[in-house]
């Protein structure tokens, strides 16, 4: 084991947390200075460590960039369209009186996969307040429930960045991903759930005065629902307050909901179909493949060329033409027919600018793991795993909870394993599905202050201080352990 290249990592990831938690600098800039501190303390050539830089930024985003900025640019049209609030009622009426918490927590879980969970979790609020009105409690329950539902396609079901990213840095197939994420969050939903209804009761009493008012009184006529959460959400983040202002709730002067202009709320089948056919389009890709290669007796590192009747759906599932298939979709379903054509184009410019960040913010994580690879680091720290007999889907899942605990980022904590952990795949024989998925479950542990995710939920949820810790921390951090043994149940299965 080469201590020298051990270190050169450990200053990198040291490089990133201190970057973030102690400047004025943002997880961009500290992802492509750890990548440039690791190649110094590695001891690589100084132009060598400038090339690897770029390359690693230029090849991440050619493969996952588009995908990011199409993925946005659908959920944004499902948030300014309404069809994101059709489809969270769509499922309570389904799963019926006395099964709240089910239905919110599997609302939360189908909006946040196109829709970035802070604004989603705002446009869906209304709906945990409506139905905690009319039942006159629980509503704690139900918030929980929301925003954890949220969480967990957030974190584990692309198109929302952060599996993109992790997907595209560790090379694995994005449909398997997909399928993969959907199956771990339906079998983690009970655990949010459970542990929302036994936590929920326990949280009420201590419910903020002001939240309890506005939940459980009777709005007047003309008095927007969500007034007081607007004014007990003074900690959120900018980006949620520009949601709020020009998303599904906007009553403002023609720029935000088209609603507003007289137009008609899309129904939930119609609001679907923007999600389920690139996704149906991505996973017929994959199945077909894998039907395709099996059948040619080719093992998965062989060069394939895929035989006549594949081409067509391997096109049409490649992600990046399914996803401008559901953007035109969206477009052209969900918006009324006499939406100026600005409008639409000042929408998904919104959109694209919210994604603006995080494109940086992944294709820097492609430096650091770019530099990590041509350093030698990766190889040493395989070599040092191996020697302590660590389970190689452990490597992934620990770097990631650590990040997460550092600076609260999922995103970041995902983008930070990943490239870590691409120089490992070959080395310690792990499957690049099994290493995204352990990514994407290490990030969810232990959201707390540092998390502006947690801001939004418990402002709104209403709860703060310790309650806030045992209810939105605690959360989050049961589904990371239970996410546990579903990783090693993959290792064994992929």
């Known amino acids: 084991m080469d201590l020298q290249l051990i270190l050169a990592l450990v200053a990198g990831i040291a490089t990133i947390v201190v970057i973030v938690l102690a400047t004025r600098l943002d997880a961009f800039i500290a992802l492509l200075l750890a990548a440039i501190v690791t190649g110094i303390v590695a001891g690589e050539d100084l132009l060598s460590i400038v090339d690897a830089v770029t390359t690693g930024f230029g090849n991440t985003l050619a493969s996952i960039g588009i995908v990011i900025g199409l993925g946005v640019g659908i959920g944004k049209i499902l948030e300014v369209s309404g069809a994101a609030d059709s489809l969270a009622r769509a499922f309570l009426r389904a799963f ?90 339906v079998i983690l939903l009970p ?57 599904a709730a906007d009553t403002g002067d023609g720029t935000g909901s088209p609603r507003t202009a007289g137009g008609r709320q899309p129904g939930a089948v119609l609001g679907f179909l923007p999600l389920i056919i690139p996704l149906l389009l991505i996973v017929a890709n994959t199945v077909s493949t894998a039907i395709d290669r099996n059948a040619q007796g080719m093992l998965a590192g062989d060069d394939y060329e895929p035989s006549a ?41 919104d959109g694209a600018a919210s994604a603006g960040l995080i494109l940086l913010i992944t294709g820097a994580g492609g430096s650091f793991g770019m530099v990590l690879r041509e350093s030698g680091v990766g190889d040493a720290l395989a070599e040092a795993i191996a020697s302590i007999s660590l389970p190689a889907l452990l490597v992934p899942f620990i770097i990631a909870s650590l990040v997460r605990i550092a600076q ?76 546990i043994p579903l990783l090693f149940v993959l290792d064994l299965v992929v």
């Open 191 to 247: 655990v949010v759930v459970i542990y929302a209804r036994w936590i929920g009761p326990k949280l009420e009493p201590f419910l903020n005065v002001t939240v309890k008012h506005d939940v459980y009184t009777t709005v007047t006529a003309g008095a927007p629902e969500t007034a007081g959460a607007a004014e007990t959400a003074a900690p959120v983040s900018p980006t949620t307050e520009t949601t709020t202002a020009g998303g």
């Open 408 to 483: 609260g980022s999922g995103t970041v904590a995902m983008i930070t394993a990943a490239s870590v952990t691409a120089p490992l795949i070959a080395p310690l024989g792990l499957s690049p599905l099994v290493a995204v998925m352990a990514c994407t479950a290490g990030s969810m542990v232990f959201s707390y202050f540092n998390d502006s995710y947690f801001w939004v939920v418990t402002r709104f949820a209403g709860l703060d201080g310790v309650q806030a810790i045992k209810g939105w921390s605690g959360i989050t951090t049961a589904v990371w352990l239970g996410s």
């Open 309 to 349: 009747w594949v081409a067509p759906i391997a096109f049409l599932g490649n992600p990046v033409v399914a996803l401008i298939i559901g953007l035109v979709l969206a477009v052209y379903t969900l918006l009324p027919r006499l939406t100026p054509r600005t409008q639409v184009q000042a929408w998904l410019a």
């Open 96 to 185: 019926g009186k006395g099964r709240e918490p089910w239905a919110m927590g599997t609302v939360g879980s189908l909006v946040s996969i196109p829709v970035f969970c802070d604004s989603g979790y705002v446009i869906m609020n209304p709906l945990a307040r409506s139905i905690a009105r009319v039942k006159r409690g629980g509503y704690i329950t139900l918030a929980l429930a929301l925003g954890a539902g949220m969480t967990l396609t957030h974190h584990m079901v692309p198109p929302t960045p952060g599996p993109l990213a992790a997907t595209g840095i560790l090379g694995a197939d994005l449909g398997a991903v997909i399928l993969t994420g959907l199956v771990f969050t």
